[in-house]
């Protein structure tokens, strides 16, 4: 039995490996920002969510078959924490449980039993609340999880196993048939059932003739072993047998308690950027041949939790178009843009909602990022070199359907040289079936790409208002040949030249002036 909450032939499994880059693509979206928003605390919705996110699936019916299952979350949100906790608690009293010092079958089988007894009132628990919402949920994972739980461990069922578990706990001694060997050895030794008592006169009579009682000293180490031997060889096919159930058992409610922490996680994340005010919506993904990226009001949901409050969304309309070019002022929220677009790529191909009004985008195979960093302190290599090299390990990887991110690539040389290179790799990109969203302030290559081919390119431009203010909204427009960086020197510095303490002296550190410097 399997949850299989979060595939319909797979079992999530931890231990499958995780993107080659996903070391990039947590620093660069700040996706362990998202993944906090999401445990709010909790260890193991922190790992379960760090690694769904990140193994990205590609077959739009499993996104929608876990969508189904978090609309069921949604429409019941104290259903699927309650699920949780019951998983959870099982599992915590499994802990508990005295392991042994030494593995032998009666040790295996004495675990074994005490696990099953207590997973047996977890079961009834679980059932019962599967029995009660069966009829109310509609996603197809979780109406077989409830159907399975309701109609596999109805009360006969259950009654059952347990009288088994406790014959199998030998309170009273185990009952052993066996055969006379060569060397007067034991042999076939065959596990029965303890035979009934019978009346009280009957047990006050002595044995019949035909029965042979040997009594072992208790004094005796070497009779104590070979009884201990006898009664461990009777007991290996039956620990062996409630080994394998019990592990089974905490095989499904472990599985339980980690495809149930994810659900959880999005509740919690639901929960935060509702409160915001800001919009949350279901994505489409896109099963067109051509590629899509459209989307309203789209935010970075890291952004909003870090700063506690709603921030600025945009639109983008790139229907048909494999290339997004973004450019405009400085400080206007285009790296911000870049990151919503990637987290929403992701949480898209989790399975999930999106920090969206409406998007819809084609699924991507993998999902690359390429960003602008700081120079090697270690003076190995220069900025440019350093960029280059990355890029290469990226294209080494880079294959039709993939997205690639790029930040303000090839901005550490001079205007000419960062644009011929940009453009050279953008155009290859786009034209081997790569979607490309770049952020850039290179003038040269943006005109250059809009000359070539601006049907097949969306361009977007940080608005700026006359006296300089930034909106943070990105507008559909032709790329300008200023960033207007002069803008942030007269902030800085002041209108006459000379710094201009006041608005220098870190306001921007929280609250709506939080949310402009962290637009950038």
């Known amino acids: 039995m399997r949850p299989r909450l979060l595939h319909p032939d797979e ?13 990039e ?19 193991t919705i922190a790992e379960v969510a760090r690694h769904t996110l990140l193994t990205s699936l590609t077959d739009p019916a499993v996104i929608g078959y876990r969508q189904a299952v978090l609309r069921d979350a949604l429409a019941h949100p104290e259903l699927l924490r309650t699920l949780h906790r019951l998983a959870e608690g099982a599992l915590l009293r499994e802990q508990h449980v005295y392991h042994g010092l030494v593995s032998n079958p009666g040790s295996v089988l004495k675990r074994a039993t005490e696990v099953l007894e207590l997973a047996l009132e977890d079961l009834r628990r679980l059932r019962d609340l599967a029995a009660r919402y069966v009829d109310e949920v509609r996603s197809p994972a979780l109406t077989a999880l409830f159907t399975t739980l309701r109609d596999q461990f109805d009360e006969p069922a259950l009654a059952a196993f347990d009288a088994q578990v406790q014959q199998l706990r030998f309170r009273d001694g185990v009952v052993v048939s ?3 060997g060569l060397g007067c050895r034991a042999t076939d030794l065959v596990l029965r059932a303890r035979p009934s008592r019978g009346p009280v006169l009957r047990r006050l009579l002595p044995p019949s003739r035909s029965s042979t009682v040997i009594r072992i000293d208790d004094a005796s180490d070497v009779d104590r072993r070979a009884l201990t031997d006898l009664r461990e060889q009777a007991l290996g096919d039956a620990a062996k047998v409630m080994g394998r159930v019990s592990d089974e058992v ?50 970075d949901p890291g952004l909003s939790l870090r700063t506690g409050g709603r921030v600025v969304g945009n639109d983008v309309a790139a229907d048909g178009v494999p290339l997004v070019m973004v450019t405009g002022a400085n400080q206007g929220g285009k790296s911000t843009f ?19 009004g409406s998007f819809r985008a084609t699924v991507a195979t993998r999902l690359f990022t390429h960003v602008e960093r700081d120079e090697d302190t270690t003076l190995r290599s220069g900025r440019l070199d ?14 039709p359907g993939d997205l690639l991110l790029c930040n303000e690539s090839f901005s550490s040389t001079n205007e000419r040289e960062g644009s011929l290179l940009a453009h050279a790799i953008v155009r290859a990109h786009v034209e081997s079936g790569v979607r490309v969203v770049y952020v850039t302030h290179l003038f040269d290559l943006a005109r250059a790409l809009h000359e070539d081919a601006p049907a097949t390119t969306c361009f977007l431009r940080a608005e700026r208002r006359e006296d300089g203010t930034r909106t943070f909204k990105l507008l559909a427009g032709p790329p300008l040949p200023t ?30 002036a939080g949310l402009r410097s962290s637009a950038t």
């Open 250 to 299: 905490l095989r499904f409610l472990t599985l339980l308690h980690q495809e149930l922490g994810f659900y959880v996680g999005c509740l919690a994340l639901y929960d935060r950027l509702r409160v915001t005010g800001a919009p949350v919506c279901f994505p489409d993904p896109s099963t067109d041949a051509r590629p899509v990226l459209v989307a309203r009001e789209l935010y």
């Open 338 to 356: 870049l990151r919503s677009v990637g987290l929403a790529q992701l949480m898209l191909q989790a399975g999930t909602f999106v920090a969206a």
């Open 386 to 399: 350093a960029e280059l090299r990355e890029m290469r390990a990226i294209d080494d990887q880079l294959a």
């Open 25 to 43: 693509l947590l620093r660069d979206l700040g996706l362990d920002d998202l993944v906090a928003g999401m445990a709010a605390g909790d260890t």
């Open 11 to 23: 079992d999530l499994d931890l231990d499958h490996p995780v993107p080659s880059n996903a070391h």
């Open 483 to 512: 960033s207007f960086g002069e803008d942030l020197y007269r902030r800085i510095f002041g209108e006459d030249g000379e710094p201009d303490r006041d608005r220098d002296g870190g306001g921007d550190g929280d609250g709506t």
């Open 178 to 180: 066996a055969r006379l």
